[in-house]
C-alpha cells in the first residue's frame, strides 16, 4: 500500500520568510495530493491540493509542486505570517481513502 | 454549509466503560472516515463507508470498536469497553466521488478514558 514520508518535522521561520514542506509517496497509481492545516483544537482543514495532471498549483501565498517522476511533492508557504503557525499534513491518494504524512509543525517566529 | 458536524466535543469515561461518537457527514458527500489522531500514532484511519456501507474496518485497532452508517446522514463510533489506551481525538471526515474526493474534516471528539 502507499506509504508518505514527510520532511522535517518540525520548522521554525522569522515572520516574513518563506517555508517548505516536503513528502515522497510509495505508491506511482497516486493521483491526488493534498495539503491540510491544522490549528490547536480543531480538525485538520484542506489548504490546497493537486492532481497528476499539473506540475504546480498557486493559491495566494501558498503553492504545491508535484514531481510524479520523483514521487514528491512539496508545499511552499511565501512571506509567512505568525497565523500561519499550525502543523501541517500531507497525504497522497489513488482513488482510496488518504495516506497522510506524520505532520510538520510550523512555527513563524514574530 | 454547516460542514461535518461531531458530538460531543469532549468526552471524559472511565475505564469499562461505553463510550459512542456521532457524526453528521456533508450533505450530499457519500463517503464517511473516522480517524484516530495521537501524538504517537499521528493520524490513523479507523474505517471509511461509501453509500453507508463499510468498505475497509482493517484500521479499527480491537473488537471493542465498532461503526455504523445506517443513512447518508449520521454515523456512530462506538467503543466497549473503553481502555486508558483509547484516550485520542476522533476525527470524522467526508467527501463526494462528483467532487473529486475532497475530504472534509470535522472538529473531532476528544476522548479521556481515566
Known amino acids: 500500500g502507499e506509504n508518505v514520508e514527510q520532511h522535517p518535522s518540525t520548522l521554525s521561520v522569522q515572520e516574513g520568510d518563506s517555508a517548505v514542506i516536503k513528502c515522497t509517496y510509495s505508491d506511482s497509481a497516486s493521483n491526488y495530493f493534498p495539503w491540510y492545516k491544522q490549528e490547536l483544537g480543531k480538525g485538520p482543514q484542506l489548504i490546497i491540493d493537486?492532481?497528476?495532471?499539473?506540475g504546480e498549483k498557486k493559491d495566494q501565498r501558498i503553492a504545491v509542486t508535484l514531481n510524479k517522476t520523483a514521487k514528491h511533492f512539496s508545499l511552499h508557504i511565501t512571506e509567512t505570517q505568525p497565523e500561519d503557525s499550525a502543523v501541517y499534513f500531507c497525504?497522497?491518494?489513488?482513488?482510496?481513502?488518504?495516506?497522510f504524512g506524520k505532520g510538520t509543525r510550523l512555527s513563524v517566529i514574530a | 454549509d454547516a460542514g461535518v458536524i461531531q458530538s460531543p466535543r469532549h468526552e471524559v469515561t472511565e475505564m469499562g466503560q461505553e463510550v459512542t461518537l456521532r457524526c453528521k457527514p456533508i450533505s450530499g458527500h457519500n463517503s464517511l472516515f473516522w480517524y484516530r489522531q495521537t501524538m504517537m500514532r499521528g493520524l490513523e484511519l479507523l474505517i471509511y463507508?461509501?453509500?453507508?456501507?463499510?468498505?475497509?474496518d482493517s484500521g479499527m485497532p480491537e473488537d471493542r470498536f465498532s461503526a455504523k452508517m445506517p443513512n447518508a446522514s449520521f454515523s456512530t463510533l462506538k467503543i466497549q469497553p473503553s481502555e486508558p489506551r483509547d484516550s485520542a481525538v476522533y476525527f470524522c471526515a467526508s467527501s463526494s466521488a462528483t467532487r473529486g474526493y475532497e475530504q472534509y474534516f470535522g472538529p473531532g471528539t476528544r476522548l479521556t478514558v481515566t
Open positions: 497525504a497522497a491518494s489513488a482513488d482510496t481513502p488518504l495516506v
Open positions: 493537486i492532481r497528476s495532471n499539473v
Open positions: 463507508f461509501n453509500n453507508n456501507v463499510p468498505i475497509d
